[in-house]
């Protein structure tokens, strides 16, 4: 089994930074891509940025320019600073990992991190 684990959530005013970071341990063979999620309320689960066993980035437009994603392959982790936050950025922060290769994968979730944004 595997377990997801985030942390670095919490309130910030707009333009403020946050570090959020997530860590994947149990049984695990190789992890193929990692990737941060949000959700509000009444809306579906979008994807925020994720990256490769290679490294190669994705960004959604809205945060492109103000959030970096990262990973460190030897502890099985990935974090994603975020920068020059807006109001609009507030959600619950989801970490994804898949476990395998991309034709053959397991997808394992984080239990999700808030994160406020006030103006």
């Known amino acids: 089994q595997v377990k997801v684990v985030e942390s670095g959530g919490g309130l910030v005013q707009a333009g403020g930074s946050l570090r959020l970071s997530c860590a994947a341990s149990?049984?695990?063979?190789?992890?193929?891509?990692m990737g941060w999620y949000r959700q509000i309320p009444g809306k579906q689960r979008e994807l925020v940025a994720d990256?490769?066993?290679?490294?190669?980035?994705n960004y959604v437009g809205s945060v492109k320019g103000r959030f970096t994603i990262s990973r460190d392959n030897a502890k099985n982790t990935v974090s994603l600073q975020m920068n020059s936050l807006k109001p609009e950025d507030t959600a619950v922060y989801y970490c994804?990992?898949?476990?395998?290769?991309?034709?053959?994968?397991?997808?394992?979730w984080g239990q999700g991190t808030q994160v406020t944004v006030s103006s």
């Open positions: 149990g049984s695990i063979f190789r992890i193929n891509r």
């Open positions: 994804k990992v898949e476990i395998g290769f991309d034709w053959n994968n397991k997808v394992y």
């Open positions: 990256i490769t066993s290679g490294s190669s980035t």
